[in-house]
């Protein structure tokens, strides 16, 4: 009887250890996520040089988006988030997907869509409406790696520049082979 109680007690302080051990900080798993963070803001370019530059207001609702391919330009992974109050956002993404390590630098950032009707145009400053490709995490600490990025900028439907680079339909109905004279 007592060899049993002994060897429960040897057992039982045998895990304790182990259990401080861990706990310690000793090494253990490599955390699972990584981060990408920014902000989205509203740009109004009716108003004056300085205000237009300066006076971007915080976007509250934008949705961003963070799409990771594979090494055959396969989409692996989507993950997204809202802006907060103060135009901020925090996507985290998964570093391993069905038991591969992704590459961050397979993955862009980009803009999705706005809550505000008066400011509602996605613009390329920054990358926002192409997508913006993840290049160097601005934070790697212990488990801790998080991508910072710059602002992203809506703006308003007065604003937007017309894409003059498409050939109107009208254009292309040329006669006879004749050019098109202006």
């Known amino acids: 009887m007592r060899t049993g109680v002994l060897s429960?007690?040897?057992?039982?302080?045998?895990?304790?250890?182990?259990t401080v051990v861990v706990a310690a900080g000793y090494p253990a798993e490599e955390t699972q996520l990584f981060q990408v963070t920014g902000k989205v803001l509203?740009?109004?370019?009716?108003?004056?040089?300085?205000?237009w530059v300066n006076g971007a207001e915080p976007l509250k609702g934008a949705k961003v988006s963070v799409t990771c391919l594979d090494e055959r330009s396969?989409?692996?992974?989507?993950?997204?988030?809202l802006t907060d109050g103060a135009g901020d956002f925090v996507v985290n993404?998964?570093?391993?997907?069905?038991?591969?390590?992704?590459d961050p630098k397979n993955c862009?950032?980009?803009?999705?869509?706005?809550?505000?009707?008066?400011?509602?145009?996605?613009?390329?400053?920054?990358?926002?409406?192409?997508?913006?490709k993840l290049q160097?995490?601005?934070?790697?600490?212990?488990?801790?790696?998080k991508y910072v990025l710059?602002?992203?900028?809506?703006?308003?439907?007065?604003?937007?520049?017309?894409?003059?680079?498409i050939l109107d339909d009208d254009q292309d109905d040329s006669k006879d082979g004749e050019q098109g004279n202006y």
């Open 93 to 102: 993404c998964h570093k391993y997907v069905n038991g591969k390590k992704l």
């Open 136 to 145: 160097r995490p601005a934070v790697v600490y212990r488990d801790t790696v």
């Open 150 to 165: 710059g602002a992203f900028y809506y703006t308003t439907p007065m604003c937007d520049e017309p894409d003059t680079s």
């Open 42 to 51: 509203c740009q109004d370019c009716s108003k004056g040089w300085n205000e």
């Open 8 to 18: 429960t007690s040897v057992l039982l302080l045998f895990l304790g250890i182990c």
């Open 108 to 132: 862009f950032l980009r803009l999705v869509e706005s809550p505000d009707p008066l400011c509602n145009i996605a613009t390329n400053f920054a990358g926002g409406k192409t997508g913006l």
């Open 74 to 81: 396969r989409i692996v992974q989507y993950a997204s988030d």
